[in-house]
Antibody, heavy 126, light 106 residues
Framework: QLQLQESGPGLVKPSETLSLTCTVSGGPIRSNTYYWGWIRQPPGKELEWIGSIYYSGNTYYKPSLKSRVTISIDTSKNQFSLKVRSVTAADTAVYFC??????????????????WGQGTLVTVSS | SYELTQPPSVSVSPGQTASITCSGNELGATYACWYQQKPGQSPILVIFQDNKRPSGIPERFSGSNSGNTATLTISGTQAMDEADYYCQAWDSSTVAFGGGTKLTVL
């Protein structure tokens, strides 16, 4: 059974870089079926997709975050990572990693996230 | 960016049918999926590709998508179904989530 686990600092100072890693167990991250994604959720608010990465390193990001975000992948460690630069209090959130399945049907490309990691709270504060 | 709109809250009596809507411009022209999130937990997928249930999701969960609206329907709602529900769709190489709907079973 595939499992994902987020790890990284729970507290980051304003203007610094938030760095998180997602470790995948129970299956290879090197798969031509799946992307691997990051989603966040500010306390009491809705889910916000950040971006996703393919094992080859191909990425796609939410346009409004693209200038501050980098997602990378290490297939040898079965891990993928997130960096968010120049953070502010607005980046305080629970950060989830998830498997991002893409498929193609009669209505074109679509995707869904399953399973998800348990999430990790990152607070931006001095 | 693509916007998906959900009602903030829906209430239902135990045993009755709950319907949660998700609206977006020509949403029916793409596929929608739905997640359930209980307090303090990570989301779980309950519907994908408009109306398909992942393994382990009860048959009382169903979905539809047409025109500008996708709908998650929970038949015979149980107390354990009380949660936040989020719709999600893919559009122009980006992912959009709805704002979430709090389902109260009372």
């Amino acid at each position: 059974q595939l499992q994902l686990q987020e790890s990284g600092p729970g507290l980051v100072k304003p203007s610094e870089t938030l760095s998180l890693t997602c470790t995948v167990s129970g299956g290879p991250i090197r798969s031509n079926t799946y992307y691997w994604g990051w989603i966040r959720q500010p306390p009491g608010k809705e889910l916000e997709w950040i971006g996703s990465i393919y094992y080859s390193g191909n990425t796609y990001y939410k346009p409004s975050l693209k200038s501050r975000v980098t997602i990378s992948i290490d297939t040898s460690k079965n891990q993928f990572s997130l960096k968010v630069r120049s953070v502010t209090a607005a980046d305080t959130a629970v950060y989830f990693c998830a498997r991002d399945r893409h498929d193609y049907g009669g209505k074109g490309v679509y995707n869904w996230f399953d399973p998800w990691g348990q999430g990790t709270l990152v607070t931006v504060s001095s | 960016s693509y916007e998906l709109t959900q009602p903030p809250s829906v209430s239902v009596s135990p045993g009755q049918t709950a319907s949660i809507t998700c609206s977006g411009n020509e949403l029916g022209a793409t596929y929608a999926c739905w997640y359930q999130q209980k307090p303090g937990q990570s989301p779980i997928l309950v519907i994908f590709q408009d109306n398909k249930r992942p393994s382990g999701i009860p048959e009382r969960f169903s979905g539809s998508n047409s025109g500008n609206t996708a709908t998650l329907t929970i038949s015979g709602t149980q107390a354990m179904d009380e949660a936040d529900y989020y719709c999600q769709a893919w559009d122009s190489s980006t992912v959009a989530f709805g704002g979430g709907t709090k389902l109260t079973v009372l």
